[in-house]
């Protein structure tokens, strides 16, 4: 099955449906995807760029938009790249209902005890 990389933008535009020829394709990419005629991957820097994005160019909630990641996580067909699917989905989960950063959340959870170095007072939030 062929396996194509999926940058940021064709998950933004599939999302947000705001550039209609973008969105018609980038919603045909996906669908290509969940219904297994391809194999998308998907990088952690994809993520945490999505993340990024909608927060702070879009303002959008993430109650609003974490269940959409997590359901396109959940995907067959969708892979991340350098780590577990569902390492994401709990880390997404964690910033739900919390002011944290994507990044903070996920070195927490790939860290051990007492590992992480910072001056970010986030990491007590976790």
Same mark, same amino acid.
Request: negative net charge.
């Given at each position: 099955m062929d396996q194509k990389i999926i940058d940021t933008n064709i998950f933004l535009r599939h999302l947000l449906q705001d550039i209609p020829d973008q969105s018609k394709i980038a919603t045909s990419i996906i669908s290509d995807i969940e *219904? &297994? !005629? +391809?194999? &998308?991957l998907v990088s952690i820097l994809v #993520?945490? @760029?999505?993340?990024?994005?909608?927060e702070k160019y879009y303002a959008l909630k993430r109650g609003v938009y974490i269940p !959409? %990641? #997590? !359901? +396109? /996580?959940? /995907? *067959?067909h969708l892979r991340v790249m350098e780590v577990k699917k569902d %390492?994401? @989905?709990? #880390?997404? @989960? !964690?910033m739900r209902n919390k002011k944290i950063d994507f990044t903070d959340v996920y070195l927490k959870e790939v860290g051990k005890e007492n590992q992480i170095l910072s001056f970010d007072k986030d990491f007590a939030k976790i």
């Open positions: *219904d &297994g !005629k +391809m194999i &998308g #993520v945490n @760029e999505l993340i990024w994005i909608l !959409k %990641l #997590v !359901k +396109m /996580l959940h /995907l *067959d %390492l994401i @989905e709990t #880390v997404l @989960e !964690k």
